[in-house]
């Protein structure tokens, strides 16, 4: 490819010398709208290097747009996947919880034959500043400052 391409730099420099060194008295005529317009061979080439730079630069807009959107949708669909897989996967172990459930309610009675014993420890236990010891979960910190259980609120 760029052995390609510095071959057609190439062609392209010979031309471009080859329209300068031609005499430019001789003049072409175009009409162009019901008017005859003179050109000299230089000013016909430029104008076609111009057509032919608007045209490479349209189709590189319409190349690269096509490659924009193949790619939004190439990513789309992997997204799509994805989320179908995703809702497989969910899918399948809900059926298998489901399974499980069905199975230990067949297997339970529904009566819990020993209660479940509370487990608190007393190095969990904190000191309120007077000394006394209050288990955990009666004391929250609630923005930074601590607030003491009164008796007389409702919770």
């Not at 031609?22 to 008017?35: K, P, Q």
């Not at 349209?58 to 897989?85: D, F, K, P, Q, T």
């Amino acid at each position: 490819m760029v052995l390609l391409g510095l071959l057609l730099i190439v062609v392209a420099v010979v031309v471009a010398v080859q329209v300068f060194m031609l005499d430019s008295t001789v003049t072409t005529s175009v009409s162009v709208l019901d008017r005859t317009l003179s050109f000299t061979s230089v000013e016909v080439f430029v104008a076609g290097a111009a057509t032919a730079v608007a045209l490479l630069l349209g189709l590189a807009l319409v190349v690269g747009g096509m490659h924009r959107s193949a790619l939004r949708r190439r990513r789309r669909r992997e997204a799509h996947l994805a989320e179908r897989n995703r809702v497989s996967r969910l899918e399948s172990e809900k059926r298998d919880l489901e399974k499980r459930l069905d199975t230990a309610d067949r297997d339970h009675t529904g009566v819990d034959d020993q209660p479940v014993p509370a487990q608190t420890r007393t190095e969990d236990a904190t000191l309120d500043p007077d000394g006394t010891r209050v288990p955990p979960d009666s004391d929250k910190l609630v923005a930074g400052a601590r607030h003491a259980h009164r008796p007389d609120e409702n919770h």
